[in-house]
């Protein structure tokens, strides 16, 4: 089964590790890739912008309404995201563990089953 693992993240705890917390955190990402590359269980990965260059288009019930910025005031944020194919719920968790955000207090990755996937090369 797929699932999304949704890095969620806080600037201000980005902000405030230090440059070697930093590095440790993206070179992970690195490893971790190649793990999951090697065990098959890799689909794709995407990080994505700071939500100041979003634009949200919001429905009204008529025409739809076009707006700039997050649509939310939480601190927390989706930051990018993995898709994974795996045998379990039990694995996505293990899976998750490995990513490096899950070693930085107030980090977190969301896990969620795929329920529809397309693509043209899904």
Not at 29 to 57: C, R, W, Y
Not at 81 to 87: A, G, H, K, P, T
């Amino acid at each position: 089964m797929k699932y999304l693992l949704i890095m969620q993240v806080n600037q201000e705890i980005l902000d405030a590790l230090s440059e070697d917390e930093r590095k440790l955190v993206m070179e992970g990402h690195g490893e971790f890739m190649k793990t999951i590359q090697d065990s098959g269980e890799f689909i794709l990965t995407q990080a994505l912008a700071d939500p100041a260059n979003s634009t949200v288009v919001s429905g009204t019930g008529g025409t739809p309404a076009v707006t700039d910025g997050p649509f939310i005031e939480a601190k927390e944020f989706m930051g990018g995201f993995y898709l994974i194919d795996c045998e379990s719920k039990e694995r996505a968790i293990e899976i998750a563990k490995l990513i490096p955000d899950t070693r930085v207090k107030g980090l977190s990755i969301e896990i969620r089953p795929v329920m529809f996937s397309c693509g043209a090369d899904l």
